[in-house]
């Protein structure tokens, strides 16, 4: 055990938070974890008291220091109001891969699926996360999926690290690279770049569609599996369910230089203030930290002491079967019994051993060497009303000139000039595509196209170059 006590940064959260964040603490306090926690205001309170962005400088700093964060849920509001602090905080100390292992209890707790083991491993911050929105024309709203390179690299390495670590034979990768070409292609093609270079562990991809329709009908084939952030958010709730209840499942959110642990699951204002809400999920994220500071020891102790009081059916409410559970635990209830299990064994269900278990290192990333760019068209995106595609075709080629000439138009993707289809419904927003006749434009060609169509009348709302990378497009094919 270590003997100086290790700072960590603590926050009780909204809703449930407060008392699962006490239960867990007081579990850790009574199984000799040598930490010093440090608690934070985050969250519901802070944004209340004005704080638009729901921490305040000194919650940073304290942060920034210890590196360690166990993080209880917080409240976020759908649709409109402030930003999702945890997405926030997940970016700012680049909290790149979030590990959710998913494990089944069975027969200790009624699941479909009693052989499930599963860790699902999710890229923490880019894809549809980066919260790069914008409303551009009366109809039309976007939001920017930004996949990179550097973050398809360290997740899928992390995967792959994590799976050799714990034994574990098989990464899957889950994409969507039958339609997102591009940025899923990139996670697909850095998937298996680096599955060859761990010949020991099996490795093998799903679209994600047929991918969750798997992990929902037979999880038990699954070891590890990596994806993108929003389908490993959706995913990793939908396993943490069929393995029993979203209570139970705790996960870490690890970067090169800080780590935050939390449960799963949100702040559940349903069950708040009640006492009834499972701690389990947060004790799990803390068995995690405890891990990844060093206290391995501590960590077995409390995992063995949680399984021993599954084994003997004391149970919160979300996993209560009557007849099968002994007792029905409020959440302090619960803490006390593992507590009182502290140094048992579980008899039937697997035993982690942490002993020997250290935090992954992993080489840092490097970015690649530049390759030759070239610009050769440009996508101009208007907001116009003004007719059909081929009004707007024949309209646009007078602006077209012999560096720059208008080739296609689309609506929502869909080519519909020149020789589009009557039947494709139209929004106000077109894409149109000008093409250089050179191998490469000259950038006030483009300035001057735009220029050209703003003083026709034209709304251009937005514009994207479109550039060959060592002669390779870096732009999608258009359909139709
Ligand atoms: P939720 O996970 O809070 O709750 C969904 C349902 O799951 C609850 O109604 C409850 O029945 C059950 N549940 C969740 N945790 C439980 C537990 N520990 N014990 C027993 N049952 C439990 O999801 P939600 O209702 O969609 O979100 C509520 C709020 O939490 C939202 O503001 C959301 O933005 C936020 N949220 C925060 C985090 C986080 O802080 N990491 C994660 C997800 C959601």
């Not at 006590?5 to 000799?32: C, H, N, R, W």
């Not at 595509?433 to 050209?452: G, N, P």
Request: aromatic share 8%.
């Amino acid at each position: 055990m270590a003997e100086q006590k290790t700072p960590i940064t603590v926050a009780y959260g909204d809703g449930i938070g407060p008392s699962i964040m006490q239960a867990t603490l007081d579990v850790l306090d009574a199984a000799g974890a040598q930490i010093a926690p440090e608690t934070i205001e985050i969250g519901e309170k802070v944004y209340l008291s004005g704080q638009t962005n729901g921490i305040e400088a000194s919650a940073w700093e304290s942060l920034r220091r210890t590196k360690v964060f166990l993080k209880a849920p917080i409240t976020t509001p759908q649709g409109g109001g402030y930003k999702s602090l945890n997405v926030s905080m997940r970016k700012a100390l680049g909290l790149y891969a979030n590990v959710r292992p998913c494990i089944a209890y069975a027969p200790f707790v009624d699941t479909k699926h009693p052989e499930m083991d599963m860790v699902i491993v999710r890229e923490n911050e880019e894809d549809l996360y980066a919260g790069i929105e914008h409303r551009q024309t009366e109809e039309v709203y976007q939001c920017l999926k930004l996949i990179t390179r550097p973050g398809c690299e360290r997740i899928v390495r992390y995967a792959f690290e994590y799976a050799k670590a714990q034994k574990r034979k098989r990464v899957t990768c889950f994409v969507k690279d039958n339609i997102m070409k591009l940025t899923d292609g990139l996670f697909h093609s850095v998937f298996k770049d680096i599955a060859s270079e761990y010949p020991d562990i099996q490795h093998d991809s799903m679209i994600v569609d047929i991918g969750a329709a798997r992990v929902a009908d037979t999880p038990e084939d699954f070891d590890v599996i990596v994806m993108p952030n929003l389908y490993g958010d959706i995913i990793s709730d939908v396993a943490a369910q069929i393995a029993g209840s979203v209570g139970m499942a705790g996960s870490a959110n690890i970067g090169e230089s800080c780590a935050m642990f939390e449960a799963i699951h949100g702040s559940a204002p349903d069950l708040a203030g009640q006492d009834i809400a499972n701690p389990s999920g947060l004790l799990h994220g803390a068995i995690q930290m405890l891990v990844h500071i060093g206290q391995g020891d501590v960590a077995e102790k409390i995992h063995h002491a949680w399984l021993v009081a599954l084994e003997e059916g004391l149970h919160t409410a979300d996993i209560y079967k009557e007849g099968a559970s002994a007792q029905k635990l409020g959440t302090e209830d619960f803490a006390k019994a593992v507590i009182s299990k502290l140094g048992q064994s579980p008899s039937k269900l697997k035993a982690p051993s942490y002993a020997d278990a250290k935090p992954l290192s992993l080489p840092s990333v490097g970015h690649k060497t530049p390759c030759k760019k070239e610009l050769v068209g440009i996508d101009i995106f208007l907001q116009w009303q003004g007719g059909t595609p081929a009004d707007l075709g024949e309209a646009l080629k007078l602006t077209s000139n012999e560096e720059l000439a208008l080739k296609l138009i689309t609506n929502r993707g869909v080519k519909v000039w020149p020789e589009g289809f009557e039947e494709t419904y139209c929004v106000d927003h077109w894409r149109c595509r000008f093409m250089s006749s050179k191998d490469e434009l000259d950038f006030a060609e483009v300035l001057s196209l735009q220029i050209r169509l703003n003083s026709a009348g034209y709304d251009v709302v937005k514009t994207e170059n479109l550039y060959n990378f060592n002669g390779e497009p870096g732009y999608a094919a258009v359909h139709g």
